[in-house]
């Protein structure tokens, strides 16, 4: 499956951003798909997954409550609404996916990932 992430972009402190992920090239409603963001000089980590039905959801503890990820199979999508942004959520956020149908909060389990897209959040 191939992944193209957008809707990245700059915002003020507390504003909303929705990104998007669209998949192409297999079924989409059989993989479970997650967001990862990656900040200067840091480590790649977990910020959201979702399982194939939209069923089952989890966050990252610095996200929750702020964060919602959810899909549309039928137009092969995922989103992620981020809302009351922070400047420490100012990263590159990549979505990824695997099949199966399940996700995981690891990185490494998952072998598709879309390019990326920036999110810079100002103080």
């Known amino acids: 499956v191939q992944l193209q992430a957008s809707g990245g972009g700059l915002v003020q402190t507390g504003g909303s951003l929705r990104l998007s992920c669209a998949a192409s090239g297999r079924t989409f409603s059989g993989y479970g798909m997650g967001w990862f963001r990656q900040a200067p000089g840091k480590e790649r980590e977990f910020v959201a997954a979702?399982?194939?039905?939209?069923?089952?959801?989890s966050y990252a503890a610095s996200v929750k409550g702020r964060f919602t990820i959810s899909r549309d199979n039928a137009k092969n999508t995922m989103y992620l609404q981020m809302n009351s942004l922070k400047p420490e959520d100012t990263a590159v956020y990549y979505c990824?996916?695997?099949?199966?149908?399940?996700?995981?909060?690891?990185?490494?389990?998952?072998?598709?990932w879309g390019q990326g897209t920036l999110v810079t959040v100002s103080s």
């Open positions: 979702i399982n194939w039905s939209a069923s089952s959801t």
């Open positions: 990824a996916g695997a099949s199966g149908g399940g996700y995981s909060t690891s990185p490494k389990a998952y072998p598709y």
